[in-house]
């Protein structure tokens, strides 16, 4: 398995965007196209409106699809920023964290699967506890300082039209059939 930087999985995040932005672009002007072909009566071409209602479809699945690979890539962003902030915090605080947890989590080793993972549950429900007492005081919550600019180019969620656009799910035939459409118009464009 391979790790990927902070910074890495960011670029691939703003990738991510730039294609689902391109792709609901495209959309955008077949949709376009369509309809001035509809309104055109005197010069309507029946193939064209058919061809571009199988482009619209196409688009429709590759902007779905492409708009879900952009919030799994932002969702990576924000796990990758958040796993190495607490590493590092626990390399810092991990033992006062550990001696205030010490009712919980002392005397684990040799202790079954079970008893360990309901220990580490119980420890859990203390820090969600804190966290959220902390939070209803009203404290600012900003970015860390060493994340601080690539999360806020990210962004705090994926734009929401990216979750609209990835609403639909597809079935893995009607992606596989999708992708065969994909590659037919693909080749009747090229040739």
């Avoid at 924000?78 to 919980?104: H, K």
């Avoid at 734009?159 to 035939?173: F, G, H, I, L, M």
């Amino acid at each position: 398995m391979t790790t990927i930087t902070l910074q890495q999985a960011a670029a691939a995040c703003e990738s991510r965007k730039t294609s689902w932005l391109k792709l609901k672009s495209q959309l955008a002007d077949a949709e376009q196209e369509y309809r001035e072909q509809l309104i055109d009566t005197e010069n309507r071409i029946p193939d064209r409106l058919r061809e571009l209602r199988d482009i619209i479809d196409v688009k429709k699945w590759e902007v779905n699809q492409a708009a879900g690979l952009y919030i799994r890539a932002h969702e990576e962003v924000q796990r990758i920023s958040i796993r190495t902030g607490l590493d590092e915090f626990m390399q810092q605080n991990g033992a006062a964290l550990a001696a205030i947890l010490a009712p919980e989590v002392m005397h684990l080793d040799g202790q079954s699967g079970l008893i360990k993972h309901r220990a580490l549950d119980r420890a859990a429900a203390y820090l969600r506890e804190a966290l959220s007492v902390w939070l209803t005081a009203g404290h600012e919550i900003h970015y860390a300082d060493n994340h601080r600019e690539i999360l806020t180019a990210a962004g705090f969620r994926p734009d929401a039209a990216s979750r609209v656009d990835n609403q639909e799910k597809y079935t893995p035939a009607q992606s596989l059939i999708y992708a065969r459409k994909r590659t037919e118009l693909t080749a009747q464009q090229s040739a």
